[in-house]
């Protein structure tokens, strides 16, 4: 890494920010987690579960007010913010004390500013487009009130995760999204193939949730606390080891969460959840906590470039990763699945890059949760008209029966491959100018995912909407119901003019009180990587047009392909190397614990007692019933005894 | 007074009465053979409180009489109560006491 020296003082001036106590509208952020948890509360536990009360008939509707309803507090607190002085747009409110154990203090309080500001606004946000459009997509389901419980659940504990003030509360929301995302992958419990998903992430999560708490103890062990801003104020006073070791834990976190190589598995297996889920949690909002945590954990990670160049390698690693398997899929949903992965590459790429990077890393969070919302509610529609078919193959020239859909499907495709005016264009773009201006071999990374996620989006998109029907006899496709299109066209909306966040680097100067700011001069123009980002992608796209729209789609996957279609459909052997690796050798040692357990441990006892056992069928051999065997046995010991008396006698 | 003599008599039905034990099977035998051995020590008891000149020994003869008789009517008892089952009055019969 080049040129990260001047980092060191773009640290201090974040650390210099001091949050004011909560007053006025700040006072009642806490309603922002409130509703929607007491709404999961009273969906999930009140009476009635499983007949037809009012709960069951109308539970869907009190959880989008929820959602709605906290989204309101969100716009108003973020106005009531924009009015504040930038000094004092951190507020922070100490609700109660979660625990006290001698010197350490945790405070269970909400700490809102610029950061977690925008992250409130798109989680309410896109989670209430998402609830109203489910409202339509789980019409059917007899068990809608549960799941509109466990998005309100989830929709809580990702609050509790982005304004939490302190590391340990952040883990709370953090493990209540996990929970949330288990309990959704896992919605249709009946099919096997979701169970064993949603076992799936949470197992793979608790190996990043170790990294994640390994950090909070040693925050603890260091600095006594684990306040976040306290934290971020101690750091600069302790060695680099402890910052880069800090570092280290937290990305091993994120990579859980956010999907990240090398625990990126779990996330392809997680489309067996409803597909507003996906959307949600699996696209806009959950996966994008690892990218918050290090945005949030910057005062750490400006301090450790070991650590920063190892979220940058990850971040790299996972965004061709990413695209690599989104270009091998027939599934539209695991398409985007690997899609969502190497966005959040890029993301994390970004939030590596420091100070020169986060504000990007978060204004890509934001666009690709408008735009990713957006593609997963459209791949939902589609499937919603196709009856729950995945398989692409089967699509084809949808765009006439689903107008609305193609439309909207439409601006997240244009958005998200980074189509000029698009938001997805301004996003990315940002990132891909920083990382060649910090590094050359993290920009061509960069670059290259462009073009393929310009080839990928171009394939999903001929396949379903262009080219020719493919559907199945039964399968009469039509438009999805307005409670589903108008979410879409919000979204829409949103993929197109999310950009507009960077004009005149608003974006940046919100972020910089939080993030620091540092700028990397390039050695060329700007606009000539913004055209050679715009040339690789139309090659991409290109390239995509000419292999699927000018020849025949088989109608099944041809079997005879190349060796990279063969390991991106293997989801790049993740899931085998999990299992050579950790599965096997783990399965090994638990045998071999269980043989030395039965044969060694067992053995002993169980030896001991033959032992006796064989002595005593030996010595069992003495007692012959005989009662002249015994009189001569008597006779023998007494003779032995006058002799030996004899003897020592006569000695 | 010379003791040898008694206790070569002594010595000897102690002799007998071992071996009837060891070699008979009759049970009456056996224990009358048990008798034997008792009174074959009775004798060195009373040889030897003669030729120590006190009564110890005759007071120990007088215990063995009382254990012997005692022991006589239990074990008649049992012997009976055997044959009376098991019409056989062998030692080697009764051997059903054994693992």
């Keep these: 890494m080049t040129s990260m020296s001047s980092i060191v003082l773009a640290a201090s001036e974040h650390a210099d920010v001091v949050p004011v106590a909560a007053d006025g509208v700040f006072s009642w952020m806490w309603l922002l987690v409130a509703i929607p948890a007491v709404s999961a509360a009273i969906l999930l536990i009140g009476d009635g579960a499983g007949d037809h009360g009012p709960l069951d008939r109308f539970g869907h509707l009190l959880g989008t007010a929820a959602a709605i309803a906290s989204f309101v507090v969100g716009v108003v607190g973020f106005v009531a913010l924009l009015g504040q002085d930038v000094a004092e747009r951190a507020v922070t409110q100490d609700l109660w004390t979660w625990m006290q154990v001698g010197g350490f203090d945790v405070t269970m309080s909400v700490y809102y500013d610029q950061l977690s500001a925008l992250f409130v606004l798109l989680i309410t946000g896109v989670g209430s487009l998402i609830h109203v459009y489910s409202i339509g997509y789980m019409a059917h389901d007899p068990r809608k009130r549960r799941f509109f419980g466990f998005l309100n659940l989830f929709i809580a504990a990702m609050l509790v995760l982005v304004l939490a003030g302190d590391y340990l509360v952040l883990f709370l929301g953090w493990e209540g999204v996990g929970l949330a995302s288990y309990l959704l992958i896992g919605f249709w419990q009946e099919k096997r193939s979701a169970a064993v998903a949603a076992k799936k992430a949470f197992i793979v999560n608790r190996v990043g949730d170790l990294g994640l708490a390994l950090g909070i103890m040693l925050m603890f062990a260091q600095f006594g606390t684990t306040n976040i801003h306290e934290v971020g104020l101690n750091v600069t006073n302790a060695s680099q080891s402890v910052a880069t070791a800090l570092g280290l834990l937290l990305l091993l976190g994120a990579c859980g969460k956010s999907a990240q190589v090398p625990l990126q598995s779990w996330l392809l297996d997680a489309m067996e959840g409803p597909t507003p889920v996906s959307a949600l949690i699996h696209a806009a909002t959950m996966v994008t906590a690892g990218v918050y945590l290090v945005v949030r954990s910057a005062a750490i990670y400006d301090l450790s470039e070991v650590a920063r160049t190892a979220v940058v390698i990850v971040g790299c690693v996972t965004l061709l990763f990413g695209a690599w398997i989104g270009c091998a899929k027939d599934d539209i949903k695991k398409a985007l699945a690997g899609s969502t992965m190497s966005q959040i590459g890029y993301m994390m790429l970004a939030a590596g890059l420091g100070p020169a990077g986060y504000a990007f890393a978060i204004f890509h969070l934001i666009t690709h949760g408008f735009f990713k919302a957006n593609m997963f509610l459209g791949a939902g529609s589609v499937m919603h008209g196709m009856n729950d078919d995945v398989d692409m193959r089967h699509y084809g020239a949808l765009r006439k029966l689903m107008p609305l859909t193609f439309i909207t499907f439409a601006m997240g495709y244009l958005a998200i491959i980074g189509f000029p005016g698009f938001s997805g264009f301004f996003s990315k773009d940002r990132i891909i100018e920083s990382a060649f201006a910090t590094n050359f071999w993290a920009g061509l990374a960069a670059l290259l995912g462009a073009g393929v996620t310009a080839f990928y989006m171009t394939r999903v998109m001929i396949l379903t909407f262009f080219g020719e029907r493919r559907w199945r006899e039964d399968v009469h496709p039509h438009e999805s119901p307005k409670i589903m299109t108008v979410p879409l066209i919000v979204l829409a909306a949103l993929s197109v003019v999310g950009g507009a966040l960077t004009f005149s680097d608003w974006i940046e100067d919100w972020l910089t009180p939080v993030t620091g700011s540092e700028h990397h001069e390039l050695g060329v123009p700007a606009w000539v990587i913004t055209l050679i980002i715009v040339a690789v992608v139309a090659v991409g796209a290109s390239l995509a047009y000419v292999l699927f729209a000018r020849r025949d789609v088989p109608d099944t996957a041809p079997q005879q392909v190349s060796v990279f279609t063969r390991a991106g459909r293997a989801d790049l052997y993740g899931d085998a190397v999990n299992e050579a690796v950790f599965m096997r050798p783990g399965q090994y040692l638990t045998r071999s614990l269980v043989y030395v357990d039965g044969t060694g441990i067992d053995g002993a006892v169980t030896g001991t007692a033959e032992l006796v056992g064989d002595g005593a069928r030996g010595l069992r051999r003495l007692q012959t019933g005989f009662v002249r065997t015994y009189a001569a046995e008597i006779f023998g010991g007494a003779l032995v005894l006058v002799l030996a008396l004899l003897a020592v006698n006569l000695a | ?99």
């Design chain 2, 1 to 99: 007074m010379t003791v040898e003599p008694f206790i070569g008599l002594s010595a000897l039905l102690f002799a007998i009465g071992a071996i009837g034990v060891l070699v008979r099977r009759n049970a009456i035998v056996v224990f009358m053979c048990v008798e034997l051995m008792l009174n074959a020590c009775n004798l060195s008891f009373v040889t030897f409180a003669r030729a120590h000149g006190n009564l110890d020994g005759q007071v120990a003869a007088f215990f063995v009489m009382v254990v012997a008789a005692a022991e006589v009517v239990v074990g008649l008892a049992i012997i009976v109560s055997i044959f009376r089952t098991r019409r056989s009055a062998s030692v080697d019969d009764a051997s059903l006491l054994k693992l």
